[in-house]
């Protein structure tokens, strides 16, 4: 999947991804994507969590040696 940006955090625990994943999402205009990659296993709930609450929708998500990748279309 293409995105428009790509934000590495990977190694910040609980709550530094969803807090940079949203700063990160403000940078960006309606229908662009953020490509977000985490270690933290709390991040599947929260950004899915997050996405629900808001405006934005999740289109895509996988695990990759350790990784987990999130792909966020701005709303």
Known sequence: MKAT???DAKGWSC???IVRTKKAMDELKPGEVLEVHTT???SK???????????HELVG???EGGV?????KKG
């Open 5 to 7: 940006k790509v934000l």
């Open 15 to 17: 709550p530094m991804p």
């Open 40 to 42: 933290d296993e709390g």
């Open 45 to 55: 709930k929260d950004i899915a969590a997050w996405v629900q609450a808001g405006v």
């Open 61 to 63: 998500e996988e695990e």
């Open 68 to 72: 987990l990748k999130f792909w966020i």
